[in-house]
């Protein structure tokens, strides 16, 4: 028979591509993968990884049983959320991006501690891990952004995605700034050229700054740049600069500096994703409503939307 510890190995060598990630991920050492891996093969009777000095890929068989595996998994996960008790009870693990671990975080723990029999582990993550971590069971739920619109959140699959708000970017200047007078127009092109503050290239939020001063026409100015957008906002507070964040990252409430909405701004969705499989566990549906109640309780200077999801396309 088969052995499920060692499928779900399998798996997450399927989806992180080596022996030493998935390692890595799961907590063991290579050796004790490629060991597991190796009994794998002697109890199914074939090759499933094509192993060479320095690094080892499935076989069409190994391809195979890992998508056999990814369905045993989520049946098994269907029947533990079918069989438990009504009150949440084990762990939880949450991962997030920094500005939404930063706000969800305070009600999150107001709502769950209520749950004696529950524990919650809430964990920050790179942009583009959350969906990873979730489908291999790494995590129980993911809170991530889209800036792009085309994430597929709509129709079936292993995952199911809930819009929780939409978070525009918004203007945050030095409180001493013109633009900081709320009577005053907030004018793109004129600010162009003041010492504009971004994330590094590649990050969302510094995609998404990029794209709204390329609207504006010319030669987009060049921000210096810096890791985190706490640290922009506590530098636009000395009045080093100015920027453009997502309304999300003022929850940390700064002192200092002030907000205002951009003509025209850009905006991410930010769902929760958990397995499909495993919703209706009480654990997980009790922490999706906590979730959707947090939303209330963040107040960005009433910028961000909450509610359903808009059509959106390629979702």
């Known amino acids: 028979m088969l052995d499920v510890r060692r499928l779900r190995?399998?798996?997450?060598?399927?989806?992180?591509?080596?022996?030493?990630?998935?390692?890595?991920?799961?907590?063991?050492?290579?050796?004790a993968v490629s060991q597991q891996l190796a009994v794998l093969e002697r109890e199914v009777g074939t090759t499933l990884l094509d192993?060479?000095?320095r690094s080892a890929e499935l076989t069409d068989a190994g391809r195979r049983?890992?998508?056999?595996?990814?369905?045993?998994?989520?049946?098994?996960?269907?029947?533990?959320?079918?069989?438990?008790?009504?009150?949440?009870?084990?762990?939880?693990?949450?991962?997030a991006f920094p500005t939404a671990a930063v706000a969800f975080a305070p009600a999150l723990a107001h709502s769950l501690r209520h749950h004696e029999g529950l524990t919650f582990q809430l964990r920050q993550t790179r942009p583009g891990d959350g969906l990873r971590q979730v489908r291999s069971g790494e995590v129980d739920l993911a809170l991530v952004d889209d800036w792009t619109g085309r994430l597929p959140t709509r129709g079936g699959g292993s995952l199911r995605f809930s819009l929780l708000l939409h978070d525009p970017l918004v203007l945050v200047v030095p409180s001493g700034h013109w633009a900081a007078?709320?009577?005053?127009?907030?004018?793109?092109?004129?600010?162009?050229?003041?010492?504009?503050?971004a994330a590094p290239a590649g990050e969302p939020s510094r995609q998404a700054f990029d794209r709204l001063l390329?609207?504006?026409?010319?030669?987009?100015?060049?921000?210096?740049?810096?890791?985190?957008?706490?640290?922009?906002?506590?530098?636009?507070?000395?009045?080093?600069?100015i920027a453009a964040v997502p309304s999300l990252a003022l929850t940390a409430a700064v002192p200092g500096i002030a907000a205002r909405e951009l003509p025209g701004s850009l905006t991410r969705y930010v769902y929760a994703v958990a397995r499909t499989a495993s919703v209706r566990r009480?654990?997980?549906?009790?922490?999706?409503?906590?979730?959707?109640?947090?939303?209330?309780?963040?107040?960005?200077?009433?910028?961000?939307?909450?509610?359903?999801p808009a059509q959106k396309s390629g979702a």
């Open 9 to 31: 190995l399998l798996r997450e060598f399927a989806d992180r591509g080596s022996i030493a990630a998935t390692a890595k991920a799961l907590g063991y050492t290579p050796s």
């Open 51 to 53: 192993r060479t000095a």
């Open 65 to 95: 049983l890992s998508d056999h595996a990814d369905r045993i998994l989520r049946m098994i996960e269907f029947a533990e959320a079918d069989l438990s008790e009504a009150e949440p009870t084990g762990q939880i693990v949450l991962t």
């Open 181 to 197: 007078d709320p009577d005053r127009e907030i004018d793109l092109w004129r600010l162009r050229d003041e010492p504009w503050l």
């Open 214 to 241: 390329a609207d504006v026409g010319g030669a987009p100015p060049m921000p210096w740049e810096f890791e985190g957008l706490g640290t922009i906002l506590g530098l636009v507070a000395r009045g080093v600069g």
């Open 282 to 308: 009480p654990s997980v549906a009790v922490t999706l409503e906590a979730l959707r109640d947090a939303v209330a309780e963040i107040d960005v200077m009433s910028v961000g939307r909450r509610g359903e």
